[in-house]
């Protein structure tokens, strides 16, 4: 599971007022997502795995986490946003209460044992899904914040992602017969409500909007599947967070479907929580 976005009412400082996302290789696609381009569905022109979309992915996705198209910049993020969480950290948002930081402290360390945040695994394992802060407090903020300053350390935040998912909405995607933008609505519903089954999970979604819609790959029209997703995700954020701000679904990526802008074509203008984000 992953964020669950930011409450009307919460007051955030800067780089979370959006919500909860090493230098980059000279490849950023990742294992997954060139593991999609080898199956042949999609060449790489046509995914998000290209290179230079990707990147633009990874922007407009931290204009919602971090409040900033410098994804980059958010390898060290950590805060309880009081999200029912715990810590969310990291370049999308990695949660101490949804396994995936814990997966990603403990596969780091096994490769890099005298690490900063390796002492508190045995805390992280306590919390893991829970709020609570025990045997964390309060080293943990400035631990990870050190660590990040690591390359390794970035670049297994990198890894994580791309594994965790970016690669399986990237092939979930190409599998509906969904183009750049329904590739990136479905990237941005993983890093949000993460991988699984339950109505609240990217799976539930999808389920959702199937009913209400074909999808490409079973003969509909992308748009209106797309529309129909949407509706199902917007739906999910309210039900499980009421009150919550929907701008990402609203005024970002149903702004892009209503400009019937399919291939995510730049230039891009959109909004995230009242702040308006522009990519040339």
């Known amino acids: 599971m992953k964020r669950t ?5 919460a007051v955030l400082p800067l780089l979370a007022a959006t919500a909860c996302l090493s230098v980059a290789s000279d490849d950023s696609r990742g294992p997954d997502a060139k593991r999609v381009e080898e199956a ?23 204009s919602a986490e971090n409040g900033t198209l410098d994804w980059r910049s958010a390898y060290g993020y950590v805060e309880d946003i009081g999200d029912g969480q715990g810590y969310t950290a990291g370049i999308i948002g990695f949660c101490t209460g949804t ?9 780091y360390t096994k490769a890099h044992p005298d690490n900063a945040l390796a002492p508190y695994l045995p805390a ?25 300053k690591v390359a390794a350390f970035r670049e297994a935040q990198d890894e994580k992602r791309d594994t965790g998912y970016f690669g399986p909405a ?17 990237y941005d519903a993983m ?22 819609a074909d999808s490409p790959a079973e003969g509909g029209d992308e748009k209106t599947y ?15 967070r009421p009150g919550v701000d929907t701008s990402r679904v609203d005024t970002a990526q149903r702004r892009f479907l209503d400009e019937g802008n399919l291939d995510l074509r730049t230039p891009l203008e959109w909004k995230v929580y009242g702040d308006t984000y522009k990519v040339p």
């Open 226 to 240: 797309l529309v129909a997703f949407l509706d199902a995700r917007r739906t999910a954020m309210l039900v499980k």
């Open 124 to 148: 992280l394992r306590e919390v893991d899904g829970t709020d609570s802060h025990e045997g964390l407090d309060p080293g943990f903020p400035a631990a990870w914040k050190q660590e990040s």
């Open 191 to 212: 890093v949000y409500h993460g991988p699984g089954s339950d109505r609240f999970s990217v799976g539930g979604i999808r389920a959702a909007a199937l009913k209400k």
């Open 170 to 186: 990237l092939r979930l995607a190409v599998g509906d017969g969904l183009g750049l933008l329904g590739q990136f609505v479905y």
């Open 5 to 9: 976005g930011v409450l009307l009412l």
């Open 99 to 107: 396994h995936d930081l814990l997966t990603l402290v403990d596969g």
């Open 40 to 62: 042949g569905s999609l060449d790489a022109e046509a995914t998000l795995a290209d290179p230079a979309k990707k990147e633009l992915a990874q922007q407009i996705v931290a």
